[in-house]
């Protein structure tokens, strides 16, 4: 097969692999000025669906949402150093998602729409300084860093512990209870939590 052969039949561009599986320093991100858009299914990311899956379990068989799997998870990544701070390689980003659930006041399930918005600098410790404070510093663990990981897990963090309906009009259960201190009671507040210890 000839790449880029000057005839006049179809072009044919070699297999990309996805970026997001690929592990590469944030140094090296940074120095190409990488910037990723990525469109990704829930499925992929195997902590996530695990948490999705547990929630939705609590679920009747017949209200299971159809596909859940292939709910997209899409974004944008934008590498490069934030020279006030030292020059640290730097991401700026955003993620977005609609999150299948069970809403905790109705027990129905729903759709959590999740908008994450990234700033980080990275480093192997909590030394590297995040000047005004507009950056979070991510520590890395491994010198290589695998986006589908880091995605993954600023999704989880941005779950809340208890998903509920905004809508009182489209949620029809109670309003949500207090135990004897005045602390709201929350069934399924420790879940996401159980999933994180256990992976």
Known sequence: MHFDSGRGGPYHARAMGNPLQDRRTPSELAASGEVIEFSEKIGEFVKLAGIVEADLGSLDPDKLPPAWR?????????????????????????????????????????????????????????????????????????EELRLLDLVEEALIMAMPLA???????????????????????QPFAALKSRMEEEN
């Open 70 to 142: 292939d709910t997209v998870v899409t974004g944008q990544l934008s590498f490069g150093f934030a020279a006030a701070q030292g020059g640290a390689p730097a991401l700026q980003g955003q993620v977005t998602a609609k999150i299948d659930a069970v809403c905790q006041r109705c027990l129905e399930a729903m759709q959590l729409p999740l908008v994450v918005d990234l700033q980080l600098l990275f480093g192997e410790d909590a030394s590297v300084p995040a000047g005004d404070g507009s950056y979070e510093v991510w520590e890395l663990e491994e």
């Open 163 to 185: 998903a509920m309906h905004v809508d009182s009009k489209t949620c029809h259960g109670p309003e949500v209870v207090e135990d004897d201190r005045g602390e709201r009671i």
